[in-house]
């Protein structure tokens, strides 16, 4: 299977900047899709960006020209830069990356759809 474990968040005021990492380990095969969402209680997970395996970004409208998302493929690890935070930024930011790992058991190339467990960022008025 494919893990994600997130890095970064916390607290910040409103103005400042906030860098979030996500590492992808196990019997990766490939990363095709890598994204950040964000959830508040009682609302549903909402695409914050994404970026694809060679490169090409997609922007949530809120976050367009404030948040930059990268990626290191070597590193299978990718980034979310976040400036000019807004109290409506906070939320629980995960991560999310799908393609093809490797199972041992079955022998076979299967899909998967990874999320890492989230992480929160609280913005201050």
């Known amino acids: 299977q494919v893990q994600l474990v997130e890095s970064g968040g916390g607290l910040v005021q409103a103005g400042g900047s906030l860098s979030l990492s996500c590492g992808a380990s196990?019997?990766?095969?490939?990363?095709?899709?890598m994204g950040w969402y964000r959830q508040n209680p009682g609302k549903q997970r909402e695409l914050v960006a994404s970026i694809t395996s060679g490169g090409a970004t997609t922007y949530a409208d809120s976050v367009k020209g404030r948040f930059t998302i990268s990626r290191d493929n070597a590193k299978n690890t990718v980034y979310l830069l976040m400036n000019s935070l807004k109290p409506e930024d906070t939320a629980v930011y995960y991560c999310?990356?799908?393609?093809?790992?490797?199972?041992?058991?079955?022998?076979?190339?299967?899909?998967?759809?990874?999320w890492g467990q989230g992480t929160q960022v609280t913005v201050s008025s």
């Open positions: 196990g019997n990766i095969r490939s990363i095709n899709d």
């Open positions: 999310n990356a799908q393609g093809r790992y490797y199972s041992s058991s079955q022998g076979v190339y299967n899909r998967y759809d990874a």
